[in-house]
């Protein structure tokens, strides 16, 4: 009984994924004065690609046809195993904050190579700053997850809510971590402002560079994983600073729907503020990352340092 | 007993078969002799293999094999360090020998093939004999077999590079050997040759500053053979002169045959070595890795990107065994212990991935006739078998889950995040300059590998021998998918391997802690490894049923315009970003600007060069010692004047000397 919180949360997280990516978009379009699209136009499109035809590059090998697959098997992965929805600790302790780190670096990995495989110009732009992205973000990930590991006594990211909450406040330390937690998060998913998600122009594309000879199911299938990704590091980010109301491994129904009630709230207030930021911003040079990276990597060491100071 | 008898026969068995293997190398002059030397070789090693391994089992600290009376007076043995180590030698023999078969007959050409299979069976002995003799006289005799076998190997293809990168390395494994000579006599106070029991006695009387200046020479001898920065100028020259499955063994294996001496040396030799000699370790190991990586992310050749990633792992693997000497003499024993099981367990996976991808890279060249990324390229669309192993290989190399080494970084990443909160000011300060430094390292490794598998594997062939190449022979794509299920078994299997691995089972530490226990619980790979296949193939099958749609074979997206394989991104062109955030590190490119009139300097042709090479920096800092030693030699010249008389006088100046400094 204990895995069917797991599967009711990734279940969740699956289904919502679409609507986190069509909430920021719609918030975006009403801040520019746009009426903009229905947040709900994700399902239709994911739908829609789905019966669409596929277009594959000559070139294109097999890791091409294994690159979509893996890369929403490790979104799907990070869905089920992080604390969304459920504060317990998973089976064989796999929201291990180092694995978690590694696997969304294994899903980047096969979105480069599927970006490369065609043999586009294009695709090997949006690879070679993507993997870039992918190489230097992973410091600063583990390094801020790891001052929350040191606070809570916890490997586990499960464990770390504890640490979270109410209990920032006693170590204010790791509002740091979360701020660089939440400067990965922007850089893990393709947003301003490291990379802009609603354009086509070559000088500003990462993500959107790498998948252009994906079309039909592939296609829909990495928007979802995309999709995934955004909803997990929301939920993530918001569970750290609001730890309530989680699941245990023992639900009742009234509690499983207070808490999905609770989700939706967190993800569509996260997607509010997501389109405020990016609203607010411009994009930066690519060339000038290494500044916002490092930046990212220094305030995690920070805030494990601090963190390190202020306990007894 | 029966299981200690057969594995002593085991082992003498496969060093017998090795032995063998290169008469047999030598003297046969037909094809056929190649086949069974290498086929004796593989045997024999994988019965020396299963030996080791079963040692393992047998519950014994020390097996004695064989008592030696001829040169040096010791027992031939296996403990636990020694087991391991051999066993990595063998397993990797076995596998390159196997290669060799097919390899070496199709370049047959380019070497000599009897003296090939003669001298690399000869280096393959020496690596197998270091560990097992616990003697200063056998080790170093069996240390310069393996240094001067594998020099020879490097200029096996008699090309003038081939040649001066035989010399350097040459030069810097004798001065290494010489070091480690003065550090062993040092140690001995007096006594030649005595074997290691005897070593570590004296060694236990001995003050404080010899120990540390013991420690240094020695530190110095087995560095410069394991490649750690700044003594690592010959690495990436010799690594990638040598035929593939020698690089193969040089860099998976040989490097190893150096840990194994450090190891040796410091855990049981030396005693309890002061913070500072940790604290030298770790730097030169964070060094090693991080110049490492960035070299192997911008190098252009495929063998020299694989040569760097060597420096880089060998890198990590010091900083894990000097944090673990840090955290024992600063009485931190779990992180003691942990970071000493992961460095082991990463030793054996980077032997393991290591091998396999130079023996990848060693087909690769064959098929495509080039070294350089640059004219590679759709490699998965003309050997898509062959990239599967390749793909692995490279993905277990950038640690990432589910194959081995990511679980050694893990679990030493574990034991610093687990240890923070313990020790003083400065040890705090050194855990979190390693753990930034070690995450920074294993985020640029993948970058590194990805760009070595996309580079040359995906896209479109930007050379003729690219889109011309074939699907590799079975006999060379077998033991690289062997290498790549073995690399994926080290990660399902790692606490099992961990457990075996951890220091109080190796022998190093009395008590049995289950600490390595304790923290290989806290992750199940097992677990990991079957959910992430369960949602793949949930997803697989899900995608295809929902999926109406048809396909239909196009070519890419090219604005009107046709793309071709000049329009890819090449290496130098990926890993941009890389060279230009580092550029204080790499300094990274020169502009030559020569004027196209003679008379006008306005109107230029601009030619700029990208090199991303610290080796020429360190380079001038040799240089400088060259010319010190040439002037020096030159004075001395002087004293060849061809008078006999002069000689005479210096004989006995000299004989007195030696008298006064004897009195």
């Known amino acids: 009984m204990s895995v069917f919180v797991f599967f009711l949360q990734g279940t969740v997280v699956l289904l919502l994924a679409p609507l986190a990516t069509g909430c920021v978009r719609w918030c975006k379009a009403r801040f520019q004065g746009r009426h903009g699209a229905s947040p709900f136009l994700p399902y239709v499109r994911f739908l829609t690609l789905l019966r669409k035809e596929m277009v594959i590059a000559e070139t294109a090998s097999w890791i091409f046809h294994a690159a979509p697959f893996v890369v929403l098997c490790t979104a799907v992965f990070v869905a089920f195993s992080l604390p969304l929805l459920t504060s317990a600790p998973p089976p064989g302790g796999l929201d291990n904050f180092i694995l978690f780190a590694a696997i969304l670096a294994l899903g980047s990995v096969f979105l480069v190579l599927g970006g490369l495989d065609p043999g586009t110009a294009f695709g090997g732009m949006g690879a070679s700053r993507e993997m870039t992205l992918a190489s230097l973000v992973e410091p600063a990930m583990i390094t801020a997850l790891a001052a929350f590991a040191v606070v809570s006594d916890n490997s586990a990211i499960s464990g770390m809510l504890a640490a979270g909450g109410a209990s920032l406040l006693q170590h204010p330390a790791l509002v740091l971590s979360l701020v660089a937690l939440g400067l990965v998060a922007l850089a893990e998913n393709a947003r301003y402002p490291v990379d802009n998600p609603a354009t086509h122009l070559e000088l500003t594309m990462v993500h959107e560079a790498m998948i252009l000879e994906y079309s039909g199911a592939y296609l829909a299938i990495i928007e979802l994983a995309s999709s995934i990704r955004l909803t997990v590091f929301a939920l993530l980010l918001a569970n750290l600073l609001v730890p309530f109301p989680l699941l245990a491994t023992a639900i009742s129904f009234s509690g499983a729907l207070a808490t999905i009630g609770a989700t939706v709230a967190k993800l569509v207030i996260a997607m509010f503020l997501l389109a405020l930021w990016e609203s607010s911003i411009p994009k930066m040079r690519f060339y000038r990352m290494q500044e916002y990276l490092s930046g990212a990597f220094f305030i995690a060491l920070a805030g494990l340092a601090f963190s390190l100071l202020s306990l007894p | ?663």
């Open chain 2, 1 to 663: 007993m029966t299981l200690h008898t057969s594995i002593a026969s085991g082992i003498f068995v496969c060093l017998l078969g090795t032995l063998l293997s290169s008469l047999v190398g030598a003297c046969g002059r037909s094809a056929g002799a190649h086949r069974i030397s290498q086929i004796l070789l593989a045997l024999s090693n994988a019965i020396g293999a299963l030996a080791a391994l079963a040692f393992f089992f047998a519950d014994t600290p020390v097996l004695p094999l064989i008592h030696l009376s001829l040169l040096f007076p010791t027992t031939l043995g296996l403990d636990h360090l020694s087991a391991l180590f051999f066993l990595i030698v063998t397993g990797m023999s076995s596998v390159t020998a196997l290669f060799a078969i097919h390899y070496v007959e199709s370049e047959r050409d380019t070497y000599n093939v009897r003296s090939l299979d003669c001298i690399a069976a000869l280096f393959v002995l020496g690596m197998q004999m270091v560990p097992l003799t616990p003697s200063v006289a056998g080790f170093m005799l069996f240390w310069e077999v393996m240094s001067i076998a594998s020099f020879f190997l490097v200029m096996a293809d008699r090309k003038d590079a081939s040649i001066k990168a035989a010399f350097l390395y040459l030069t810097m494994t004798q001065l290494g050997a010489s070091a480690l000579l003065a550090g062993f006599f040092l140690l001995g106070d007096g006594t030649i040759f005595p074997d290691f029991a005897a070593l570590a006695q004296h060694a236990r009387t001995a003050s404080d500053d010899t120990i540390l200046f013991a420690f240094a020479l020695l530190f110095f001898g087995f560095g410069s053979k394991a490649g750690l920065v700044p003594f690592h100028l010959w690495l990436p020259e010799a690594h990638p002169r040598a035929p593939s499955h020698i690089s193969a063994l040089m860099s998976g294996v040989m490097l190893k045959i150096a840990l194994y001496g450090f190891l040796r040396t410091v855990l049981f030799l030396l005693p309890p070595l002061p913070v500072i000699a940790g604290m030298a370790v770790l730097a030169l190991g964070l060094l090693s890795g991080l110049l490492g990586v960035l070299h192997a992310v911008v190098d252009r050749d495929i063998k020299r990107t694989l040569a760097f990633s060597s420096i880089e792992n060998l890198g990590l693997i010091f900083t894990m065994v000097g944090l673990s000497m840090i955290a024992r003499a600063n009485g931190l024993s779990v992180l003691a212990e942990l970071a000493l099981a992961a460095a082991l367990f990463h030793a054996v996976n980077h032997a393991i991935f290591k091998t396999g991808l130079f023996l990848c890279a060693g087909a690769i060249v064959q098929g495509t006739h080039a070294h350089s990324l640059e004219a590679m390229g759709g490699l998965a669309k003309t050997m898509p078998r062959f990239t599967v192993a390749f793909c692995s290989l490279a993905l277990a190399a950038s640690a990432l889950p589910p194959f081995g080494a990511f679980f050694g970084e893990w679990m030493f990443l574990e034991g610093i995040v687990g240890t923070l909160k313990e020790g003083g000011m400065m040890l705090q300060g050194l855990l979190l300059v390693a753990l930034a430094a070690v995450v920074l390292i294993s985020g640029l490794a993948i970058f590194a590998m990805v760009k070595l598998f996309a580079i040359a594997c995906l896209g479109a062939p930007r050379s003729p021998g690219a889109a011309h190449a074939k699907e590799p022979a079975a006999l060379l794509t077998a033991p690289l998918f062997a290498l790549a299920i073995l690399a994926l078994g080290m990660g399902l299997l790692s606490p099992a391997v961990l457990s075996f691995l951890s220091p109080a089972h190796v022998g190093i530490v009395a008590s049995r802690l289950p600490t390595v226990a304790v923290a290989t619980g806290r992750l199940s790979p097992l677990t990991a490894f079957l959910a992430l296949a369960a949602i793949l193939l949930v997803c697989i099958m899900l995608v295809r049923m929902a999926w109406s749609g048809r396909r239909r074979l196009s070519h890419v997206w090219d604005c009107g315009q046709e793309v071709n394989a000049g329009m890819e991104y090449t290496a130098t062109a990926f890993s941009a970003p890389i060279r230009f955030f580092f550029r204080f590190l790499l300094h990274h490119k020169t502009v030559v600007a020569t004027p196209v009139v003679p008379t006008n300097p306005w109107i230029v042709r601009q030619s700029m060069t990208v090199h991303a090479d610290t080796s020429i920096r360190f380079a001038t800092i040799y240089g400088y010692v060259a010319r010190i030693l040439l002037w020096l030699s030159a004075q001395a010249k002087r004293l060849q004047n061809g008078i006999v008389q002069f000689y005479l006088l210096l004989m006995f100046l000299a004989l007195v000397l030696s008298l006064i400094i004897a009195v």
